[in-house]
């Protein structure tokens, strides 16, 4: 977006200013064909006027003198008959001189009048526009007068290059250009750094309200759409802990009183169903926390935590393996990251049977894969287990159960950290997924 604001408004200001120069140049140009003409018209009527009154010895002189520059007045042998038809130019030079001379224009136009003019300007006309013509005078006396106007001569070059006279003008437009660019688009940058820093941090504070009243209007919109979102977070959270608790009574309960069934096998299976009651209810509470944010980010040495949760998954009996180093730390929270490791983990173990740990270093961030031995998953199915409460219908979960939920807690809090998770099948069998984390630098 800012690119093509900072196109916008740099070509619109360059063809602003581009159309202003080419319309002053030809007013100006216009002007100064008025006044030439007006000149020119001066200078002819005062050229045939000192040749009608010049003593005859001195005429061959004055001819010869008049005969030179853009204005030439000369004798002729021609005869004048009907000629063409009058211009604005004869037409007011006749009514100027009076009855006793006789201007009739010559139809051949002057080649000077069709060649182009070296001019200094890239906007100004090639060829000149003004009064250039040819008519013939006939005198009082009888004689016949050829008036050429011809163009002006071209003012000397002042050595002025108008093209880096336009350079400075055009890097200023530039940094105006640039400038205009980024006030505008800096309200919608912070903007948008703050709605993805609220899936980081759902207690961030507020946006400041400055600038320009759709910007603060557009801050206060997302700081009630903040306020709204956390308090949904909590009530949710504290209606499902509040569930939990007491469902936790009852649930206990029953499982007092289902010890002194006689039945085992009747009391093994209603104990079944308690276990996975509880489950449900214990997962789901987790569900709901792993979308709430209250917890504190930090700093955390990632080999540290995978070396500890592996460990402790080791010391659990279950079979988990760990290579490689990442070197690195991330911003994050602890309590959620490690919730996240040890889901994915203990999906790995519960249908994979094992689990293999490897990080690796990549540039801006680490790629933890944890893969498993099991029967994998079908590809049309691999989206949709990140689903809640969403089981596969094959043995890899008719033989483990469970709620469905793990991965959906492992992705969101995963979401919540800016990483990514996918899931494939290796190709030498087994699921592998793929957790990608940033890296957090001391600067950020």
């Not at 903007?191 to 600038?211: E, T, W």
């Not at 983990?345 to 099991?374: F, P, Q």
Request: charged content about 20%; overall charge neutral; aromatic content about 4%.
């Amino acid at each position: 977006m800012t690119g093509r604001v900072f196109a916008v408004l740099l070509l619109g200001i360059v063809a602003s200013a581009s159309l202003t120069q080419y319309l002053a140049v030809m007013e100006r140009q216009r002007t100064v064909e008025r006044y030439r003409d007006a000149y020119a018209l001066d200078r002819a009527e005062e050229l045939i006027a000192i040749a009608a009154v010049i003593k005859p010895e001195a005429r061959d002189m004055y001819q010869r003198i008049a005969a030179k520059g853009a204005i030439k007045l000369e004798t002729t042998n021609d005869v004048i008959m009907g000629g063409s038809a009058q211009t604005d130019f004869s037409r007011q030079l006749a009514a100027r001189l009076g009855g006793q001379y006789k201007v009739v224009p010559v139809g051949d136009r002057p080649a000077a009048c069709d060649e182009p003019r070296q001019i200094n300007s890239i906007f100004g006309p090639a060829q000149w526009r003004g009064t250039c013509e040819a008519m013939n005078v006939l005198m009082h006396d009888g004689t016949v007068m050829r008036l050429t106007v011809l163009p002006p001569k071209p003012p000397p070059p002042t050595g002025q290059n108008e093209i880096a006279t336009f350079v400075p003008f055009f890097f200023s437009i530039i940094a105006l250009a640039f400038l205009v660019t980024r006030m505008t688009v800096r309200p919608l940058k912070q903007l948008a750094k703050a709605a993805r820093d609220l899936g980081d941090d759902i207690n961030r504070p507020p946006l400041a309200l400055r600038g320009a009243a759709e910007i603060r209007q557009a801050a206060a919109a997302f700081n009630a759409m903040q306020a709204r979102i956390r308090q949904h977070i909590f009530q949710r959270t504290q209606m499902l802990a509040a569930i939990t608790h007491d469902l936790q009574t009852p649930l206990t309960r029953m499982r007092l009183r289902l010890e002194k069934v006689p039945d085992a096998d009747l009391q093994h299976k209603l104990l079944g169903d308690l276990s996975a009651t509880q489950q449900m209810v214990k997962e789901g509470l987790d569900l709901a926390r792993s979308m709430d944010s209250t917890e504190t980010m930090q700093a955390l040495d990632l080999d540290s935590l995978l070396d500890s949760v592996c460990s402790d998954a080791a010391d659990a009996g279950q079979e988990v393996t760990l290579k490689g180093r990442a070197s690195m730390a991330l911003m994050g929270r602890p309590l959620a990251i490690r919730r996240c490791l040890v889901n994915l983990l203990d999906n790995a173990v519960k249908y994979g049977h094992n689990a293999g740990v490897t990080v690796e270093r990549m540039v801006g961030a680490a790629r933890i894969r944890i893969r498993d031995s099991g029967p994998g998953i079908a590809p049309d199915q691999l989206a949709q287990v990140f689903e809640p409460f969403y089981r596969i219908e094959s043995s890899r979960s008719r033989e483990s159960g469970g709620t469905g939920l793990g991965l959906t807690i492992a992705r969101n809090i995963a979401e919540q950290h800016g990483a990514s998770l996918a899931l494939a099948n290796h190709p030498d069998g087994g699921l592998e997924v793929t957790l990608v984390v940033p890296e957090y630098y001391a600067g950020n």
